[in-house]
């Protein structure tokens, strides 16, 4: 069997569960593609129970994978220093961080409260930062690194959500200034913008099939998004093969983002 195209790489997946138990989102698709691919994989999550299930899928598959599950909320610079500190002391080095975490909030910038606003910008924005700004440093003494910050296309074709596009935006730059700021430590960091991918994230509440309908038709491909296209996009990103690639924001949409008005 060829070695895997992340044999001997410690990954750090955040968001590693998901909201459903066996619902696959974009998180948990990295965080399985990740360990398949030969990775050592910490799956951080601020519901323990939700990393546990990932955990299982990935040992189900292949019960030698070197996985652990840990609970973290992302938003706390303290869980993301001692996220880091774990996957140093269980195996030595980090090369990889998904940052996955994120959650919607729609409204306009008259209907938000200050509170929603402040908050989908801590759990969006303010945790990229804090996870990166514990794993860069011993991504740097690993020799270098990969980073993938999960954006949407929400930020350049907001619909209705103006707090969540505004935070996926400053997801955009963050990426793009830390791929400048890090490059000289042989770290790349690059962005997934998802179009609508059919996860948990967006029907664990329950949505109706027309609407379900409508999210695969906006793709000229017609086909429907899911979190494994995400992952695989992720995939692509940390490993070598993309070795010469960093500060891109990479549409994962099935060409939603090229579409106008009347054309599909
Ligand atoms: N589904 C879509 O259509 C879509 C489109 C564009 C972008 N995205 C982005 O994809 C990412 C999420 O994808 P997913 O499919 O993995 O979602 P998901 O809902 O399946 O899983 C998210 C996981 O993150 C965890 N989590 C939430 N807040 C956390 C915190 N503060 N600290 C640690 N863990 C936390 C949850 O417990 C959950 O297990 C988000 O950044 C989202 O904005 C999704």
Not at 7 to 30: F, M, P, W, Y
Not at 104 to 112: C, E, K, L, Q, R
Not at 231 to 258: H, K, M, N
Request: with cysteine; net charge negative.
């Amino acid at each position: 069997m060829s070695p895997g195209r992340l044999e001997g790489k410690v990954a750090i997946v955040t968001g590693a569960g998901s909201q459903l138990d066996d619902g696959v989102g974009n998180g948990r698709a990295a965080a399985i593609l990740f360990a398949r691919e030969g990775a050592r994989v910490m799956l951080a999550d601020r519901k323990l129970s939700a990393a546990e299930a990932t955990l299982r899928m990935i040992c189900d598959e292949n019960p030698a994978a070197e996985v652990e599950a840990l609970e973290a909320d992302v938003t706390s610079d303290t869980d993301c220093r001692l996220m880091v500190e774990r996957a140093l002391a269980r195996w030595g080095r980090l090369d990889i961080l998904d940052n996955n975490v994120g959650i919607g909030i729609g409204g306009s910038v008259v209907d938000v409260t200050e509170d929603d606003w402040d908050m989908v910008m801590r759990v969006n924005v303010k945790s990229m930062m804090l996870a990166s700004k514990h794993a860069v440093p011993a991504m740097a003494a690993s020799g270098g690194g990969a980073i993938v910050n999960i954006s949407s296309i929400a930020a350049m074709r907001p619909s209705r959500l103006t707090p969540y596009a505004t935070s996926k935006g400053a997801v955009i730059s963050l990426t793009r200034a830390m791929a400048i700021d890090h490059a000289r430590d042989g770290i790349r960091v690059n962005c997934i913008a998802p179009g609508p991918v059919y996860t948990p994230m967006v029907y664990a509440g329950g949505m109706p099939g027309e609407l379900r309908e409508q999210r695969r038709r906006a793709s000229p491909l017609g086909v429907e998004g899911t979190g494994w296209d995400v992952g695989y996009a992720a995939l692509f990103l940390v490993s070598d093969e993309a070795r010469y690639v960093t500060g891109v924001v990479l549409p994962v949409d099935g060409g939603v983002s090229i579409t106008g008005p009347g054309r599909r």
